[in-house]
């Protein structure tokens, strides 16, 4: 997959493509049949598949004080839309002059001048140009006049339940982590990068991965959580905590990772988290014994859901 940003449109000279308009900010199932849908088109017409989305996420821009948190990053929206299959990834700088532009010079000026798109697939709760003026019934009326097509793709549902990025994140929220594979299609996986933390895992012969995220995800609440650690091509089960280790009172909000069977140092690696199950709450022990007591409990636990 190629991706093209924004200054760079101009040089896209491929004037027979199919591309898919949104945000795609959870890349959850509802937004993956949009983007099966555009490449099943673009290999039955001999075309080019792509995707067309913005950075930063437009509310960082128009309203920063209603600006969701992540689930996925940058590197891992990449990733998946290559696993998909999409040819090109069209990212569009998201500034407050581009939020000016109004859906009608959208779609000449950028997607059909620039691009050259033939066909455009959104979803059905499509909204898009100044003040949101754009929606799927004037995408409609502009293909007639621009000569192009447009697929709308109806929103999905999960026992009843709309599938869609909020959804998901209040699953997260909750601590239900074992439920979102459900919606997003996968399991939640958070990335960071390893830091230096306190030392005092390894003191006390349980010692942990410090995490400094990558960006600002979705968290759930703080406990212990079933977990996979991917660094690299290798993959550990892992314990991981959320949360303030009430039993030293730090106060110190981290994410640290016990990953099982691993004797290596990882600082400054890139780690992904899969977060499979929420084990417990986070507690206070009266001593260090009972700590990891509990620990050696949790990773028992670990290794039988993750066998």
Do not use: W
């Amino acid at each position: 997959m190629k991706v093209i940003k924004s200054n760079l449109f101009s040089t896209y000279n491929n004037n027979s493509t199919v591309v898919a308009i949104g945000s795609f900010d959870g890349l959850h199932k509802g937004h993956q049949k949009i983007i099966k849908k555009t490449i099943k088109i673009a290999e039955k017409r001999n075309m080019k598949s792509g995707v067309f989305s913005f950075s930063p996420h437009p509310l960082e821009v128009i309203a920063p004080e209603r600006s969701p948190s992540f689930l996925v990053s940058r590197r891992q929206k990449l990733n998946i839309l290559e696993e998909l299959g999409i040819d090109y990834f069209f990212e569009q700088e998201f500034t407050e002059e581009f939020s000016k532009l109004t859906f009608e010079e959208f779609i000449s000026n950028i997607m059909i001048d620039k691009i050259g798109v033939k066909h455009i697939i959104v979803g059905s709760d499509f909204k898009f140009g100044k003040n949101q003026s754009g929606n799927t019934e004037k995408l409609k009326k502009l293909s007639s006049k621009y000569n192009i097509n447009t697929k709308i793709i109806p929103i999905i549902k999960k026992n009843t339940n709309k599938i869609s990025s909020t959804n998901i994140r209040k699953l997260i929220k909750a601590g239900r982590v074992s439920e979102v594979k459900k919606y997003l299609g996968r399991n939640y996986k958070i990335e960071g990068t390893v830091v230096t933390g306190e030392g005092r895992g390894r003191k006390l012969g349980i010692p942990t991965a410090n995490l400094n995220l990558t960006t600002d995800y979705v968290l759930p609440p703080k406990g212990v959580y079933a977990a996979k650690v991917y660094t690299g091509d290798q993959e550990f089960k892992s314990v991981v905590n959320f949360g303030e280790k009430p039993t030293f009172s730090s106060g110190t909000y981290t994410i640290e990772a016990h990953i099982l069977d691993l004797e290596k140092n990882l600082y400054g690696d890139l780690l992904e988290v899969e977060l499979y199950e929420f084990i417990r709450e986070e507690e206070k022990f009266s001593d260090e014994e009972e700590l990891i007591s509990k620990i050696e409990s949790d990773i028992l636990y670990t290794r039988n859901i993750l066998c």
